[in-house]
């Protein structure tokens, strides 16, 4: 009897307990988010109640806006005819504020009426508000781009300029947002050395959601790939004795080349914190034997086990690279362009390399092909070095997806007119004028 009740009482501890657990967590759960909603729902509250009483309907519906999946299409599109007219009513009054007119821009937009909402922020954004200045740009980077054949209501030159003179106008979100786009390129021209001056530039506001140490961290990672020496140096000498593991991993990429033993032992250590900035380099230095034994078996392994479609894009990446190059792997670029698709998003010049790759590899199916297109229209106009050329050749390929014999031709008189010798080599494929 004595034994039974002894293993009931274990039944209790090992069944039993983990159901009270998840229970309780389940609780914790439901009464943390629901803290939260309480707080956010108070906050929304405090802002509409220090409004001026003629702005409070029309900002009070925009901070508390109904989703339709909650309250039906009916319910919903009274809301917005509603919503519309209020704002629509207070934004002509004589002391309407700012915030009247972006919570019409708002209106407007979710009425899928863009262009009366696009023409509402330009009108806010010519008196220099920064807020409006940001959505110019956020429209046009959210909802804009992506196809050629569709119209652009706000074009990237006006969301870059947006964006330029709300950071000039030191909104920190803008800043950094700028940074961020002067790091990557594509609606605004690659300019590291710039990027990383107005990263370092939100250090004592930072945006929210980012602390001091992210932009001392981001900051030091842009200096690391300035064209300037002494820059790069400045990048290293922040990056060595910060503690953090993607520190530590941004400095093993900068210092790779001068010291291959510690830059691996640096991957090594911080594999497991930041693999997605470590394991790619890791891999690389792995199957090349550098900075210490070659291990290509592990390389493989290490790719494989992490890589997966919600990866980080530079493990994804580095894993399509050896499916490209039918290294360790049989040769597959259909798999090597659908595991390397994803890491251009990041990068202007990881965009035009993939145009490179489908150029060369004709058999290879593009996803969103309008997408492959305006990427690299819109970095060739920007003047993206190798953009105009990696256009030009995948409209000459043989890609079914993008074969445009005489638009690429157009392309290549045009650039060589322009002087990009580059683009000069293609004139051999084309009919004589």
């Not at 389940?26 to 707080?39: G, M, V």
């Not at 291959?260 to 394991?279: D, H, K, V, Y």
């Not at 290549?412 to 002087?419: C, E, L, N, R, S």
Request: with cysteine; charged share 30%; hydrophobic share 40%.
């Amino acid at each position: 009897m004595k034994a039974l009740k002894i293993a009931l009482a274990i039944f209790a501890v090992l069944i039993l307990t983990p159901m009270v657990l998840l229970e309780a967590l389940s609780l914790y759960s439901r009464s943390h988010w629901e803290a939260i909603e309480a707080k956010e729902t108070q906050e929304r509250t405090a802002a509409v109640a220090a409004l001026p009483e003629s702005a409070r309907d029309c900002v009070g519906r925009q901070k508390n806006r109904p989703s339709a999946w909650d309250v039906g299409d009916e319910k919903y599109r009274a809301f917005l005819t509603e919503w519309l007219a209020s704002c629509e009513r207070e934004s002509r009054a004589d002391d309407a504020i700012p915030a009247v007119g972006l919570a019409l821009a708002d209106a407007y937009f979710a009425a899928d009426r863009r262009r009366e909402s696009a023409d509402t922020l330009r009108t806010l954004a010519a008196t220099g508000h920064t807020e409006a200045l940001l959505e110019i740009y956020e429209r046009h980077r959210s909802f804009e781009q992506g196809d050629l054949d569709r119209e652009q209501i706000i074009k990237a030159g006006e969301a870059g300029e947006s964006l330029r003179k709300a950071a000039e106008a030191g909104l920190p979100k803008a800043m950094q947002r700028y940074a961020i786009n002067l790091d990557q390129g594509f609606i605004i021209k690659r300019d590291v050395d710039a990027a990383a001056r107005w990263m370092e530039a939100t250090y004592k506001q930072p945006s929210k959601g980012t602390t001091q140490a992210d932009v001392v961290v981001s900051t030091a990672r842009m200096l690391t790939e300035a064209a300037d020496p002494e820059k790069r140096a400045r990048g290293v000498r922040i990056l060595e004795p910060i503690k953090r593991p993607d520190a530590k991993a941004y400095f093993a990429i900068a210092i790779r080349k001068d010291d291959p033993m510690r830059a691996r032992a640096l991957f090594e250590e911080t594999l497991s914190a930041w693999p997605g900035i470590s394991l790619a380099p890791l891999a690389d230095m792995l199957i090349r034997g550098e900075g210490g034994p070659k291990d290509e078996r592990r390389a493989l392994r290490l790719l494989q086990s992490y890589s997966n479609p919600s990866a980080p894009s530079s493990i994804n990446e580095a894993l399509g690279k050896l499916h490209a190059e039918g290294r360790l792997m049989p040769r597959d670029p259909q798999k090597a362009y659908e595991l390397m698709s994803g890491a251009a998003q990041w990068s202007v010049d990881k965009r035009i390399a993939m145009g490179r790759f489908v150029t060369e590899n004709p058999t290879v199916r593009v996803e969103r092909p309008k997408a492959m297109l305006y990427d690299l229209t819109r970095s060739a106009e920007l003047g993206e070095p190798g953009a105009m050329p990696a256009l030009i050749g995948l409209k000459l390929s043989s890609n079914a997806q993008f074969a445009d014999k005489a638009g690429g031709c157009r392309l290549a008189a045009q650039a060589a007119k322009d002087g990009d010798d580059e683009a000069k080599k293609f004139l051999a494929e084309c009919p004589a004028n």
